[in-house]
């Protein structure tokens, strides 16, 4: 299998940092960079998150850079209450000890894919910001990249209103002019990532994992509890699998569509509006996910990582 080579675009985040971890671990994926957005906590702490994690799990080549801290024109809101005001819940990671790359985020992924073109995939787990400054500084982001994943959207109900997803729902100007790009869209929505929960099962098969479970995890896994879901399955991990998708698409059964992105609704912004009839797709929307495949892959490259800093 070709290896795959990977820029991702984060705000971590409890499931960034897991998917960061799922990103770094699989062999037949190569992490290039991580660029940082403000989302759901500051951008100060994610940046710092994503520099601590590089460091904690071992990948000190690869460079971080940092983006924006708020949308292109709303005001700026997070999640803290989901991933705590650090981001990544009760963990506690040791200082990192090496720099920001001296490029900013919009710099560092123009560059990339331009030395790099159609040879690196970009993936966005946070608010597009990052990727529509990067767009309009450059077009050809959109013609350079292998392929463009996001973690955002749905196409039935959001999870920060009614409407919308908080990816989408935090910057949807940034995310109306990424869709619109001269590219496919892969987007990873709530419809499927609500089917990747952390079960009780699912849980006893992360603790299994020896210190790696347990220490981090676990808690990055399980530290989200929806106490108004009476019917709360586990938390998800919603960034996962957008580079999941990335590594193995065929846990995934997926659909095209056009996708639009609504800005100017009173109730509705940043809703991602759906249309899987359209005969001028511009996305591709996975809608059905092979759980029981994902967790024994997800979970057997997490068990990879663990092995390896138990050696």
């Given at each position: 299998?070709?290896?795959?080579?990977?820029?991702?675009?984060?705000?971590?985040?409890?499931?960034?940092?897991?998917?960061?971890?799922?990103?770094?671990?699989?062999?037949?994926?190569?992490?290039?960079?991580?660029?940082?957005?403000?989302?759901?906590?500051?951008?100060?702490?994610?940046?710092?998150?994503?520099?601590?994690?590089?460091?904690?799990?071992?990948?000190?080549?690869?460079?971080?850079?940092?983006?924006?801290?708020?949308?292109?024109?709303?005001?700026?809101?997070?999640?803290?209450?989901?991933?705590?005001?650090?981001?990544?819940?009760?963990?506690?990671?040791?200082?990192?000890?090496?720099?920001?790359?001296?490029?900013?985020?919009?710099?560092?992924?123009?560059?990339?894919?331009?030395?790099?073109?159609?040879?690196?995939?970009?993936?966005?787990?946070?608010?597009?910001?990052?990727?529509?400054?990067a767009l309009r500084a450059e077009p050809r982001v959109a013609?350079?990249?292998?392929?463009?994943?996001?973690?955002?959207?749905?196409?039935?109900?959001?999870?920060?209103?009614?409407?919308?997803?908080?990816?989408?729902?935090?910057?949807?100007?940034?995310?109306?002019?990424?869709?619109?790009?001269?590219?496919?869209?892969?987007?990873?929505?709530?419809?499927?990532?609500?089917?990747?929960?952390?079960?009780?099962?699912?849980?006893?098969?992360?603790?299994?994992?020896?210190?790696?479970?347990?220490?981090?995890?676990?808690?990055?896994?399980?530290?989200?509890?929806?106490?108004?879901?009476?019917?709360?399955?586990?938390?998800?991990?919603?960034?996962?699998?957008?580079?999941a998708y990335l590594a193995r698409p065929d846990l995934f059964?997926?659909?095209?569509?056009?996708?639009?992105?609504?800005?100017?609704?009173?109730?509705?912004?940043?809703?991602?509006?759906?249309?899987?009839?359209?005969?001028?797709?511009?996305?591709?929307?996975?809608?059905?996910?092979?759980?029981?495949?994902?967790?024994?892959?997800?979970?057997?490259?997490?068990?990879?990582?663990?092995?390896?800093?138990?050696?």
């Amino acid at each position: 299998m070709t290896v795959k080579r990977l820029l991702l675009d984060c705000d971590p985040g409890l499931d960034d940092a897991l998917a960061i971890l799922l990103a770094h671990g699989d062999p037949d994926l190569e992490l290039v960079a991580v660029t940082t957005v403000g989302g759901n906590v500051v951008l100060e702490n994610t940046t710092r998150n994503a520099l601590e994690l590089r460091e904690y799990l071992g990948f000190p080549d690869v460079p971080v850079a940092s983006g924006a801290a708020g949308p292109l024109v709303r005001e700026t809101k997070n999640a803290a209450e989901v991933h705590g005001v650090g981001g990544i819940g009760d963990v506690i990671l040791p200082k990192a000890a090496l720099p920001l790359d001296a490029r900013g985020a919009v710099e560092l992924i123009v560059e990339t894919l331009r030395d790099a073109p159609g040879e690196i995939h970009l993936v966005a787990t946070g608010p597009m910001t990052n990727i529509a400054l990067a767009l309009r500084a450059e077009p050809r982001v959109a013609e350079w990249a292998a392929s463009f994943t996001i973690m955002g959207g749905s196409f039935t109900r959001g999870n920060t209103t009614p409407a919308a997803e908080f990816n989408i729902y935090a910057d949807p100007e940034a995310a109306a002019e990424v869709f619109a790009a001269d590219w496919q869209v892969v987007m990873v929505g709530l419809d499927l990532t609500l089917q990747a929960l952390v079960t009780d099962t699912v849980k006893g098969r992360m603790l299994a994992l020896g210190p790696l479970g347990r220490d981090l995890v676990v808690p990055l896994a399980t530290f989200w509890n929806d106490p108004q879901d009476p019917d709360w399955g586990g938390q998800a991990v919603h960034d996962v699998c957008a580079v999941a998708y990335l590594a193995r698409p065929d846990l995934f059964t997926s659909v095209p569509a056009r996708v639009e992105v609504e800005t100017a609704g009173e109730w509705t912004a940043g809703m991602t509006v759906t249309d899987f009839r359209s005969s001028i797709p511009n996305a591709l929307v996975p809608v059905r996910l092979d759980v029981p495949g994902f967790w024994d892959y997800v979970l057997g490259v997490y068990a990879r990582v663990a092995a390896s800093r138990e050696s």
